[in-house]
């Protein structure tokens, strides 16, 4: 059964602590994305991955970092430096990234991330 | 930049009622629209994708529509059950240069009363 796995299902921070957000799909799908959601406010888009080796920043990529060794596998670093990171982070695949025809993104379940 | 919006953002409603969710969209150069339901604490879960080239898709008691020149979508959910209490997202891609970047309203909040 294809999907994406997002774990863990809750993480919490200490002060100064680098934690990281793992997510794994077997979608066989290239393009990958990272978003993180606010009470009230609509999904932002914190970095994606059209390619293995290749990201890019999306709008709110700083205290973010993000790898792509593997097509199935994208972890997001919530670093010390994203001074406001409780929030609820969700993980995205498509099958490409299609300038001329977007493909429909599929998502996990989410890791929602609050400070100790 | 794109910005969309869905009103309202919130709607109760006694089970077997029909309903429509409005979605609008700044941008209307967009090449799909995408309605997701999103249950408490999980993921979204994509119910309908509208091409633009389409003005309607239909999934069991689920119908979307689109007008692009308008910059509208609406969901339409028939005989609604408590099952289908949850939030609605629409999101279209961006147009020119970030068109792969989705742009998400903040979602209506429907919740079903038995």
């Known amino acids: 059964d294809g999907g994406i796995t997002q774990s863990p299902k809750y993480l919490f921070r200490k002060e100064g602590q680098n934690v990281t957000l793992s997510c794994e799909q077997n979608l066989n799908h290239d393009a990958m994305y990272w978003y993180r959601q606010d009470p009230g406010q609509g999904l932002r888009l914190i970095y994606y991955?059209?390619?293995?080796?290749?990201?890019q920043k999306g709008d709110i990529a700083e205290g973010y970092s993000v790898s792509r060794e593997k097509k199935e596998s994208f972890p997001l670093t919530v670093t010390s430096a994203q001074k406001n990171p409780t929030a609820f982070y969700l993980c995205?695949?498509?099958?490409?990234?299609?300038?001329?025809?977007?493909?429909?993104?599929?998502f996990g379940d989410g890791t929602r991330l609050s400070i100790l | 930049k794109q910005e969309v919006t869905q009103i309202p953002a919130a709607l109760s409603v006694p089970e077997g009622e029909n309903l429509v969710l409005n979605c609008s969209f700044t941008d209307s150069a967009i090449y799909n629209l995408q309605w997701f339901r999103q249950d408490p604490g999980k993921g979204l879960t994509s119910l309908l994708l509208i091409q633009s080239s389409q003005r309607e898709q239909t999934s069991g008691r689920l119908n979307a529509s689109l007008d692009k020149s308008s910059g509208r979508s609406t969901l339409y959910i028939a005989a609604s059950q408590p099952g289908d209490s949850a939030t609605y997202l629409c999101?279209?891609?961006?147009?020119?240069?970030?068109?792969?970047?989705?742009?998400f309203g903040k979602g209506t909040k429907l919740s079903v009363i038995p």
């Open positions: 995205a695949s498509s099958i490409s990234l299609s300038r001329v025809n977007p493909q429909p993104q599929h």
């Open positions: 991955s059209q390619i293995v080796n290749d990201f």
């Open positions: 999101a279209v891609p961006g147009t020119g240069a970030g068109s792969y970047q989705l742009t």
